[in-house]
Nanobody, 116 residues
Framework: VQLVESGGGLVQPGGSLRLSCGAS????????MSWYRQAPGKERELVAA?????????NYVDSVKGRFTISRDNSKSTVYLQMNSLKPEDTAVYYC?????????WGKGTLVTVSS
C-alpha cells in the first residue's frame, strides 16, 4: 500500500490550496478515503472522509465545514482536498489515510502553512 500526498505549501490567510493523494497497492474504489491533519503540539485529527458509493458521501470536522471539499477520482486512484478560506489555525501536516481490514495506512504527509 502506498499513499503519496502533494500540493502543500505556504499560503496567506484567505487563500486556497488543493491537496492530492495518489494511492496504489489496493483496489482504491472499494475503500473510504480520509484526510487527517496534525498541527504542532496537537494530536492528529480527522479532517474529512469520502465513501465509495456513487459520487461519494462526505463528512467533515466542524472547523472546516463550508471551506474544505473532499473528492475522489477512482479512475486515477486519487483523492483530493480543496481548501478555501484558509486560516492560520489550518496550519498542519496533512495526511492521506485508508483503513484496510482493520489496519490504517498513512502517507508521509504534506505541510500546509497559513501565514502572512
Amino acid at each position: 500500500v502506498q499513499l503519496v500526498e502533494s500540493g502543500g505549501g505556504l499560503v496567506q490567510p484567505g487563500g486556497s490550496l488543493r491537496l492530492s493523494c495518489g494511492a496504489s497497492g489496493f483496489t482504491f474504489s472499494n475503500y473510504v478515503m480520509s484526510w487527517y491533519r496534525q498541527a504542532p503540539g496537537k494530536e492528529r485529527e480527522l479532517v474529512a472522509a469520502i465513501t465509495t458509493r456513487g459520487l461519494g458521501s462526505t463528512n467533515y470536522v466542524d472547523s472546516v465545514k463550508g471551506r474544505f471539499t473532499i473528492s475522489r477520482d477512482n479512475s486515477k486512484s486519487t483523492v483530493y482536498l480543496q481548501m478555501n478560506s484558509l486560516k492560520p489555525e489550518d496550519t498542519a501536516v496533512y495526511y492521506c489515510s485508508v483503513n484496510l481490514w482493520g489496519t490504517r495506512y498513512w502517507g508521509k504527509g504534506t505541510l500546509v502553512t497559513v501565514s502572512s
